[in-house]
């Protein structure tokens, strides 16, 4: 079933829309979740949480890519109950991800507003549309949807001095755009 068709059903209301849904993004939502969360209970509550979410956001949402509104929605879910369980020091595994990017992304004190969000939003995915296909997917996964370098050295076979220097000079490339067009880090 495609995405217009499951959408469909979330807008006439068949419930038939969360299991259509689940068939086609479960494993691809439960592999974003489980790199951010670790436990497979916490992953399932975040996926119940998006489709739930989904249910109650579709309609008046109508997102023509559901995968990728689905992928914001469990990454977002995810990490807030990152943080909560962070705050009780039951995670330690997204840190490494967070230390890595940190000095390539505003605070969010020089970041006030709604607005500046958008703009920085669409400024990150003008630089993504500059790198070539491999680099921006490699970004990517890391950085959005938190696959280990482990993981990633596997499946593009390189090894591990060899990645790390990429996302080196990736996470450089993004801080010095970003400093260029007047973010301060």
């Avoid at 469909?8 to 068939?23: C, P």
């Avoid at 992304?105 to 500046?116: A, N, Q, T």
Wanted: net charge negative; glycine share 4%.
């Amino acid at each position: 079933m495609n995405d217009y068709e499951i959408v469909t059903l979330y807008f006439k209301r068949d419930e038939a829309a969360i299991s259509e849904t689940e068939k086609k993004y479960g494993a691809y939502c439960f592999k974003i979740a489980h790199n951010i969360l670790d436990y497979k209970e916490d992953v399932e509550e975040c996926l119940n949480d998006m489709y739930h979410h989904a249910w109650n956001a579709i309609p008046p949402a109508s997102p023509k890519h559901l995968g990728a509104w689905l992928s914001k929605v469990i990454r977002n879910l995810a990490l807030d109950l990152w943080a909560k369980k962070h705050a009780q020091k039951r995670y330690a595994g997204m840190e490494e991800i967070f230390d890595e990017i940190k000095d390539c992304i505003p605070s969010p004190k020089s970041v006030e507003h709604e607005m500046e969000e958008k703009e920085l939003t669409a400024f990150i995915n003008a630089w993504l549309k500059t790198l070539p296909s491999e680099e921006r997917v490699l970004f990517l996964r890391r950085y959005w949807m938190g696959d280990s370098l482990k993981e990633l050295e596997k499946e593009y076979e390189v090894s591990h001095g060899k990645l790390a220097k990429k996302m080196y000079h990736l996470r450089a490339s993004l801080k010095t755009a970003l400093e260029k067009e007047g973010y301060s880090l």
